[in-house]
Nanobody
Framework: LQLVESGGGVVQPGGSLRLSCAAS????????IGWFRQAPGKDREGISC????????IYADSVKGRFTISRDNAKNTVYLQMNNLEREDTAVYYC????????????????????WGQGTQVTVSS
């Protein structure tokens, strides 16, 4: 399983970015997808996840109302739209995949995932 994140960059506070997570070599249709981030000196934290059908989503309190997760299974890609970015959002962002048979309630836990992307850097700075 190979996942590739893209869309990171440098943005000013209040700005927006859209991250993409593309799958290679397998179809995402049968996987729940999570977005995680890791800031320097901090643990990797779950920020959002989406079920295989897109019908269920979960957000961390820190991003609720600002970030939106979505997926386009026809394009084999999951997105994370990030609006009203704050300096505290600066981190490396990772996507991860787990088979849809796994309980969705655990999708914000790192331990649920075996397949990870390489990460994309998001820097929020003026």
């Amino acid at each position: 399983l190979q996942l590739v994140e893209s869309g990171g960059g440098v943005v000013q506070p209040g700005g927006s970015l859209r991250l993409s997570c593309a799958a290679s070599g397998f179809t995402l249709d049968y996987y729940n997808i999570g977005w995680f981030r890791q800031a320097p000196g901090k643990d990797r934290e779950g920020i959002s996840c989406i079920s295989s059908t897109g019908g269920d989503t979960i957000y961390a309190d820190s991003v609720k109302g600002r970030f939106t997760i979505s997926r386009d299974n026809a394009k084999n890609t999951v997105y994370l739209q990030m609006n009203n970015l704050e300096r505290e959002d600066t981190a490396v962002y990772y996507c991860a995949a787990v088979a849809a048979m796994h309980p969705f309630r655990s999708c914000m836990s790192r331990a649920s995932y075996a397949a990870w992307g390489q990460g994309t850097q998001v820097t929020v700075s003026s």
